[in-house]
């Protein structure tokens, strides 16, 4: 197994545990909607994927999506710079961290969005950036449809996203 972690502020956080099948079945339905349709406005990455703010701060968001004019940032096999919107899902064991340290770093590094999805409440928070500072934009739950003024491309369906059974 490969070992997995973050650095944030110059200190590595490890990944505790592999995602679960809620987790996973998200990401591949968030995968599907914004490639269906963004594919030909950008590029949509998934995790594990680096992206490196600098280096001392990389990180592994479960969603990646760069508009085509900012793609030269990818080089090397991974992501140098500030991606346009980024996406985590909640799980126990990362899910204050993704709340606090990484929302405090991606809104310091300036990425425009930025959204927290919850596979148990089935909501996502939407961030935008505004004059420097993230603004809670909206609270969004299953039967909604989240547009991004980010990345107009997209309108999702949030009941497409959540899983009808976590599995657990």
């Not at 996973?24 to 992206?51: R, W």
């Not at 980010?150 to 899983?163: E, G, H, R």
């Amino acid at each position: 197994m490969e070992e997995r972690y973050e650095i944030i502020g110059g200190v590595r956080y490890d990944f505790l545990s592999s995602p679960k099948y809620a987790h996973q079945k998200m990401l591949t339905n968030f995968y599907l909607a914004f490639h269906s349709a963004c594919s030909q406005e950008g590029e949509i990455l998934l995790a594990p994927m680096d992206v490196h703010f600098d280096e001392n701060n990389i990180v592994q968001p479960d969603v990646i999506y760069i508009a085509s004019e900012r793609l030269d940032m990818i080089h090397d096999g991974f992501v140098f710079g500030v991606p346009d919107l980024l996406v985590e899902i909640l799980s126990e064991s990362t899910g204050r961290h993704d709340k606090k340290v990484k929302k405090a770093l991606y809104e310091q590094f300036g990425v425009k969005e930025y959204w927290l999805a919850d596979p148990i409440y089935r909501t996502v928070d939407q961030f935008v950036l505004q004059e420097g500072r993230y603004e809670l934009a909206a609270t969004l739950s299953e039967g909604d449809t989240l547009t991004s003024p980010t990345v107009p491309c997209l309108a999702i369906d949030l009941s497409a996203i959540f899983p009808e059974n976590l599995r657990q």
